[in-house]
């Protein structure tokens, strides 16, 4: 066990110690138990992909990993800061967010801003890069995602399938060390589906470390190092792609998959 | 039928030089009393939707009191009022500026808790993910929104307050309302001066609604 992830300069290179740790979290909304003491770990450079029904609590455990949903008892480690239960995690809240990358299934990108403004606000506010510098690395990210020609643009002047790919040169602008995705897909026609998922493959090529939410079983099964199916609020089953998904062991897994493949 | 009363172009025109005399009180109160209107606003609309609960309820009592009750009667106990309790008298300039800064407030607290709460969730939250603070996500994503939503309904209030500086002639401050009053003593010509005075309202009010529109119009992109 791994249990004294304490600073800033843990082993990047290998699986030594996880980037992410969830310690026996739980989560009550009401009555209703989102999060049953779920223990997971993410390794530096591993790409971890969470599957479930709506509902199922998958949203929520990754919404966890930064600090936007609490939770009542148990701990979460990133990168060596601890977030503690009920709001409690402090100065490490914020320093835990300017590590951690997050893409949502709205994208949620600032309408106000133009597109090169979206990805140098963090930098220049949180980071105190200079414009002139923020400039730079935004137009460098813009070009990775494919819209290096759409930087003075307002959000609403882009389809869906580009301010999903804004969203994530926004994340990345931060050189984050771990990236989240909360059904980044999910809000796209599906003809703009395959753009955003290819970003996103480049990015785990690249060796970032990924925590994602998604209904796209083709794409997890090639991505993934990993595969977590959620349930009720517990981790049901966990393993490599191709065991997940060819030799589900437990009946739940096994009914997910049946809905979700066969169509 | 036959009109006994001509409308007398001629008196109407005379009066106007008197009655300009009137309009730097009417858009010093305005403008003054809006200005102080808008931070009391921004002040109480934003600690009944804040983080700290105590400071909830004085915002909650200070807009039910002074949107629920006349601005005449609230400029009454300022300008009449207040002098008891302070024990020296209020100029009445003060009293009308304080009343339109405070009524004004009032609304405006709700304007802008509305416009604040307007925006949509994700937006602080995709803020606070980029690691700003969150008086910096307020700063730099929920507040340049929330404002251009608020920019109707603040031109709203404008030419209400606008408007209501013409009560303010009962506590003898030298406004439009006033001059014409005074004018009208000596001249009896009351159809032409209030008619001369609603064109004068009209201008200062269409300025604004101009003016608003234009703001919103450059602010559209996004």
Known sequence: ?263 | MEFNFQFDWQAAIESLPFLLKGLPYTLLISFAGLAIGFLIGIIFGLMRIGPTRWLRWPAVVYVEVFRGTPVLVQVLFIFYGLPTLLGGPINALTAGIAAIALNAGAYISEIVRGGVQSIERGQREAGLSLGLSPPQTFRYVIWPQALRRMIPALGNQGIVSIKDTSLFSVIGVGELVRQGQVYIANTFTALEVYFMIALLYLAITLSLSLALSLLERKGLVG
């Open chain 1, 1 to 263: 066990m791994n249990d004294s992830v304490t600073s800033q300069d843990t082993d990047r290179t290998a699986d030594a110690s996880p980037i992410v740790r969830l310690d026996k979290v739980d989560k009550h909304f009401g009555n209703l138990h989102v999060m049953q003491e779920i223990d997971l770990s993410v390794a530096h450079g591993e790409v971890v992909v969470i599957i479930g029904a709506s509902g199922s609590g998958k949203s929520t455990l990754i919404r966890c990993v930064n600090g936007l949903e609490p939770f009542q008892s148990g701990r979460i480690e990133v990168d060596g800061k601890t977030l503690m239960p009920n709001g409690a995690s402090g100065k490490s809240l914020q320093a835990v967010r300017t590590e951690v990358g997050m893409v949502f299934q709205q994208f949620n990108l600032f309408p106000h801003l133009s597109i090169r403004d979206n990805v140098t606000l963090a930098p220049r506010k949180v980071r105190g890069v200079t414009r002139d510098q923020a400039n730079a690395i935004a137009d460098k990210l813009l070009e990775r995602v494919g819209i290096a020609d759409q930087a003075d643009k307002y959000p609403t002047q882009l389809s869906g399938g580009q301010q999903q790919r804004v969203a994530l040169a926004r994340a990345l602008a931060m050189e984050p060390r771990l990236m989240l995705f909360d059904e980044p897909t999910s809000a796209l026609d599906p003809e703009m589906i395959g753009e955003v998922l290819d970003a996103m493959r480049e990015l785990a090529n690249d060796g970032m470390t990924m925590m994602i939410v998604t209904h796209e079983m083709g794409f997890a099964r090639e991505v993934a190092d990993r595969v977590v199916f959620v349930h009720g609020g517990q981790i049901v089953e966990q393993g490599p792609p191709e065991q997940l998904f060819d030799h589900p062991r437990h009946e739940r897994t096994q009914a997910f998959l049946s809905r979700v493949l066969k169509h």
